[in-house]
């Protein structure tokens, strides 16, 4: 079996101590590929950096909107030549977040356009973050969509309702799914996840955040994925092993 975590933060420092171990316990638990995304530009590199020396890991590059306080175009540049390091797959993280206050919508909005544009001129998908800003997102989005590759990407970390998953599928999106998918309190999210197309979703940990119960609450790490797809595999009536191919099959098409 091969898993495939399609977004953790293997940078953050919440990993400083054993990210060896992580690692390893990832392949040890049939995680195969580890995608790390870019929040900013130091977070970036750092995410470059670990690619070129894990053979498993691979990274996006990108800002996130909680990090585009004061955004520059020199961000961009600075950013903008890691594309070519060899193991860069997507932009990202990058979107909008209306629910924190880190940066002015303003910020944010001109944060993405500038991911957005970099994206088309790589063409390279993007891994987008959304939180309360659903329509001002798949407006952007839409927009984008022509100059985007195909699939243009991932609506990563899925917490909405069904239409926004819906017009995400629209446009060719990938649905990402995380932890939450098995918190006790999740049944609208199941829902949301059970409609989506298994050949439409990509699972992924969020690590260090969103630990998937039993760990909810604890650093959340690649190897838990599995947990993800097995409760995937629940809602869709189908094995673990079904989940894992084509949830592979997906994010390699995305990302390969
Ligand atoms: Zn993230």
């Known amino acids: 079996m091969r898993l495939i975590d399609t977004h953790c933060h293997l940078n953050y420092d919440a990993y400083d101590a054993d990210r060896a171990e992580v690692i390893a316990r990832a392949e040890a638990a049939d995680v195969w590929r580890i995608v790390v995304p870019g929040t900013d530009v130091p977070g970036s590199r750092e995410a470059v950096a670990l690619a070129a020396a894990h053979d498993g890991v691979f990274a996006a590059v990108g800002i ?6 004061g955004f520059t175009e020199d961000w961009i540049e600075a950013i903008a030549p890691l594309v070519h ?5 997507a932009i990202g993280e990058i979107g909008l977040d209306y629910y924190r206050d880190h940066a002015t919508k303003a910020d944010q909005h001109r944060a993405l356009e500038a991911c957005l544009a970099l994206a088309a001129a790589m063409q390279l998908p993007v891994i987008i973050h959304n939180r309360d800003a ?6 952007a989005l839409a927009r984008w969509r ?3 590759p195909d699939p243009p990407g991932v609506l990563h970390s899925f917490s909405e309702r069904w239409e926004v998953a819906q017009r995400g599928l629209d446009l060719d999106f990938y649905i990402g799914f995380t932890g939450p998918l098995t918190f006790k309190n ?13 050949d439409r979703i990509l699972i992924e940990t969020d690590g260090p955040f969103l630990a998937p119960h039993p760990h909810r609450g604890k650093r959340n790490e690649p190897a838990y994925v599995r947990l993800v797809a097995d409760r995937l595999a629940a809602l869709h009536l189908t094995t673990l092993e079904a989940v894992a191919e084509q949830t592979t099959l997906n994010a390699c098409a995305l990302f390969c």
């Open 64 to 69: 996130h909107p909680n990090s585009s306080a």
């Open 134 to 139: 659903s329509d001002d997102l798949l407006d």
């Open 85 to 89: 390091s060899g193991k860069v797959v």
């Open 146 to 148: 022509p100059k985007l």
């Open 186 to 198: 999740a049944d609208d999210l199941r829902t949301v996840a059970a409609r989506v197309p298994l």
